[in-house]
């Protein structure tokens, strides 16, 4: 079984993220979300197990704080912060936590404990990252994904300015509640990159054009 495990995703789901998750059984997301149409969107690829974060506010009321289930054989526990797990568990074969924005993985006994990273927006020079899980036979292999940013002075000049009208284009509907599929109809726009600015947009009150660029990597 193939397993995608994320988290952090603050309202951005990268399209690198949604290919990385290509194939997946499942899908563990380990909080702050900060939208349902993120948890809608990986219902596409997978059935999602999520757990609500700190920042995940009333419209998360629905997602628990914690995850105690069995999948494909393994029994898993899940949790937004580290401080918030239970002191004992020797019992579980995989558990997920997230909050710090820092991938960690280690073992303890059976037990692996496993913080993705955020693949969200980015964090300082925090790295981006999520991981794929592979289990087969009661066994658990992590493979660490990095998200690659795009360098630094990577558009000409000319594509630059072109983006930057788009995501000023993007801003002005969003504005107007028009949704990022519509907006992408009507002006002919990449679907996956306009609901990316839109996100950021929306998730990030006041932004400007030139501060989405620097949150896409720009």
């Given at each position: 079984?193939?397993i995608?495990?994320i988290?952090?995703?603050?309202?951005?789901?990268r399209?690198?993220?949604?290919?990385?998750?290509?194939?997946?059984?499942?899908i563990?997301?380990g909080?702050?979300?900060?939208?349902?149409e993120?948890?809608?969107?990986?219902?596409?690829t997978?059935?999602?197990?999520?757990?609500?974060g700190?920042?995940?506010r009333?419209?998360?009321e629905?997602?628990p704080?914690?995850?105690?289930f069995?999948?494909?054989?393994?029994?898993?526990?899940?949790?937004?912060?580290?401080?918030?797990?239970?002191?004992?568990?020797?019992e579980?074969?995989?558990?997920?936590f997230?909050?710090?924005?820092?991938?960690e993985?280690?073992?303890?006994?059976?037990t692996?404990?496993?913080?993705?990273?955020?693949?969200?927006?980015?964090r300082?020079?925090?790295?981006?990252?999520?991981a794929?899980?592979?289990t087969?036979?009661g066994?658990?292999?992590?493979?660490r994904?990095?998200?690659?940013?795009?360098?630094?002075?990577?558009l000409?000049?000319s594509?630059?300015?072109?983006?930057?009208?788009?995501?000023?284009?993007?801003?002005?509907?969003t504005?107007?509640?028009?949704?990022?599929e519509?907006?992408?109809?009507?002006?002919?726009?990449?679907?996956a990159?306009?609901?990316?600015?839109?996100r950021l947009?929306?998730?990030?009150?006041?932004?400007?054009?030139?501060?989405?660029?620097?949150?896409?990597?720009?």
């Open positions: 079984m193939k995608g495990i988290s952090d995703t603050h309202g951005l789901l399209p690198e993220v949604i290919k990385s998750l290509e194939g997946c059984e499942a563990l997301h909080g702050d979300i900060n939208r349902q993120i948890i809608d969107r990986l219902e596409e997978a059935p999602v197990y999520a757990v609500r700190n920042a995940d009333e419209w998360a629905h997602i704080r914690s995850l105690d069995e999948l494909e054989g393994l029994r898993v526990y899940m949790t937004h912060r580290k401080k918030d797990l239970p002191e004992d568990l020797s579980y074969d995989l558990v997920v997230g909050h710090s924005h820092k991938y993985e280690r073992r303890q006994g059976r692996l404990f496993l913080n993705p990273g955020s693949c969200g927006p980015r300082f020079n925090q790295a981006i990252t999520m794929v899980a592979e087969a036979d066994s658990i292999e992590i493979t994904v990095d998200i690659q940013q795009k360098p630094a002075g990577g000409s000049k594509r630059t300015e072109d983006l930057k009208k788009q995501i000023g284009t993007v801003i002005k509907e504005q107007k509640n028009r949704s990022p519509t907006i992408a109809n009507k002006y002919g726009y990449d679907r990159l306009t609901e990316q600015i839109a947009y929306l998730t990030h009150p006041g932004v400007t054009a030139d501060g989405i660029m620097t949150k896409m990597g720009y």
